[in-house]
């Protein structure tokens, strides 16, 4: 769920301005898990541009205390999540922590890195979902770790029943800044992309692990 339209249409044209989001529904990218996609986004550009990631970090901060409430700790999600993590917790005056993919294999073993209290109350911030799987392990790690988690707020979504379904049964509350509905209707609008393009990138939305296969 989108925290608000305002901030979905103007997140979604930033992204495209910046080429952190770019469509090429003629010629797909193949994703680390082999599906071929029309899109592909990496939101990590968004650190290279102050004004947008002031944005982003404004935009989140506002959003997660109205949403959440003020949480005790900020979290992100390693490795992509953990820039904009920062800057949320440092508008915000709050701690952060990050969560690896996995314990380390040395030293101290941890998967939640930083002070994290058991009890305290913790919003998780992402930089994209697609299937949701990884950003709900994180929840799960820093669940073990005694953390009270408030919910997930994500820069971006890909709105695939399948993650939906995976929020749903993980009891997991999930808002983001933007979406791909937003994304589409804005691509279109600014002529990024045309009607027939528009046509391509919905088909892909709906069946993303057999489109184009």
């Known amino acids: ?83 904009i993590g920062i800057l949320v917790a440092e508008c915000m005056g709050l701690p952060f922590v990050y969560v690896r993919p996995e314990p380390k294999k040395h030293g101290r073993q941890n998967q939640v890195e930083g002070f994290l209290q058991k009890g305290q109350n913790v919003v998780v911030v992402e930089d994209l979902i697609s ?6 392990l994180a929840v799960e790690a820093l669940k073990e770790a005694g953390a009270n988690v408030k ?33 589409l209707s804005l691509a279109v609008a600014k002529t990024y992309i045309t009607e027939e393009e528009l046509q391509t990138l919905s088909e892909w939305n709906v069946n993303p692990s057999t489109w184009n296969v």
């Open 131 to 136: 299937t949701g799987n990884s950003s709900l």
């Open 1 to 83: 769920m989108i925290f608000n339209k305002e901030t979905a249409e103007k997140t979604a044209e930033l992204l495209l301005q910046i080429n952190a989001i770019k469509l090429n529904p003629r010629n797909p990218f193949t994703w680390a898990s082999g599906w071929k996609s029309p899109i592909y986004c990496d939101n990590r550009l968004i650190l290279s541009f102050p004004a947008i990631r002031n944005y982003v970090r404004d935009e989140f901060a506002k959003n997660i205390e109205k949403q959440f409430g003020k949480p005790d700790v900020i979290a992100g999600v390693a490795t992509g999540a953990i820039g």
């Open 151 to 183: 919910g997930m707020a994500a820069i971006f979504t890909y709105g695939f029943d399948l993650a939906e379904q995976n929020f749903k049964n993980a009891n997991v509350e999930l808002y983001t800044l933007s979406n791909y509905q937003n994304l």
